[in-house]
């Protein structure tokens, strides 16, 4: 599918169903969630009142992946994004994750330009500061709990790699900190 700069238009009509105003038909959340996976931004009015039904209905894209067994979003974060809405750290939870995930958009972005023929992943210029990076990424996330993989396991060994992690981390922390200023 082709990404415009135009959000999709999704209107929701009183029987709760979704139709999509670009091809005239009625779609479901699995729908929307090719259409959000294919890199394009999509908008969910309700018809009768217009009020902007999009957060409501991503979070519930997310809900059925979640209880479908597609888990990302492990215990110790859902647990800790929901302490964010009681406490102080609510106004820099949200920064965190979109510096985070612009972050990992970012790394993905070069990882997508770079790669080349044969063994792309091996020869990709930056892929174990990318990996490195992604590891630090999901080791805060989850304050440490979350298992590494065994290409995690295996760069973790070479004390270059983990003072990059470190490197990595700091330059986190510090983002972290101007947006709390």
Known sequence: MAKSDAPLLIKRYASRRLY?????DYVTLEDI????RDGREVKIVDLKSGD???RQYLLQIIAEHESRGESVLGV????????SYTNQASSVVPEFLAASFEMLRDGQSKAMENIGAMNPMA???GFEAMQAQ????????TGGAA???????AESSSQDELDDIKAQLQ????KLSKMTK
Do not use: H
């Open 20 to 24: 999509n105003t670009e091809t005239s």
């Open 52 to 54: 902007d039904l999009t």
């Open 134 to 141: 992604q590891a630090a990424f999901f080791k805060a996330m």
């Open 76 to 83: 110790d974060i859902l647990t800790d994004l929901v302490r």
């Open 147 to 153: 298992s590494p993989t065994p290409e995690t396991k």
């Open 33 to 36: 969630a090719g259409f959000i």
């Open 123 to 125: 020869k990709m210029p």
């Open 171 to 174: 330059e986190m922390q510090d």
